[in-house]
């Protein structure tokens, strides 16, 4: 089964950043076989993405820093406790998942994305999303000569969602 990590804004989200956030939801759900999404919590956008992603099916993963690790998480989602803070789980969700789907934030975003590249992993950046992570697009497609990944900038969820489909080697299905 393949994993999909999201990197997504920690703070209350732009409504238009939610409805997108939606689509690209629903359109990953096309993929066959449904990947499983992976994310670093339960709170801001983050929030908003595991509830419709539990809601159409999507199994769904949540490493919560250790500070948040007793917060009430949803009973069909899995929960994994590492112990660890922030900047730390962000590593292992994005080792975590095959490849990171970034749908905006600030600097644990950032962290994320750069935490991908360097790990190999291929980045799918939503942009523009008025959020601090758009100032990353600026140095796409790769952050620096060693090209360790490559990070892919769209601007249309339904987009993202097929390439990331493609990328794990799922087959989109029309339905």
Known sequence: M??????????????????????FIEELAKCNPK???????????????????L????????FPPIEREDWDY??????????????????????TGDVLV??????GTMQEIVTAYTEGRDVYMLYPTSLPSDRITSMTPHLD???TATIKVYKDPREMAKEVCKAIRGCFEEK
């Open 74 to 95: 949803p009973e069909k989602t899995i929960v994994i406790k590492s112990g660890v803070g922030f900047r730390l789980r962000s590593v292992m969700l994005v080792r």
């Open 55 to 62: 809601s159409i099916g999507f199994t769904v993963l949540i």
């Open 102 to 107: 970034a749908m905006g934030g600030g600097a």
């Open 145 to 147: 000569d060693r090209a």
């Open 2 to 23: 393949k994993v999909v990590a999201i990197a997504a804004y920690s703070g209350v989200p732009p409504q238009e950043l939610v409805e997108k956030a939606n689509v």
């Open 35 to 53: 990947p499983i999404l992976a994310l670093g919590g339960y709170w801001g956008l983050m929030k908003n993405i595991v509830d419709k992603a």
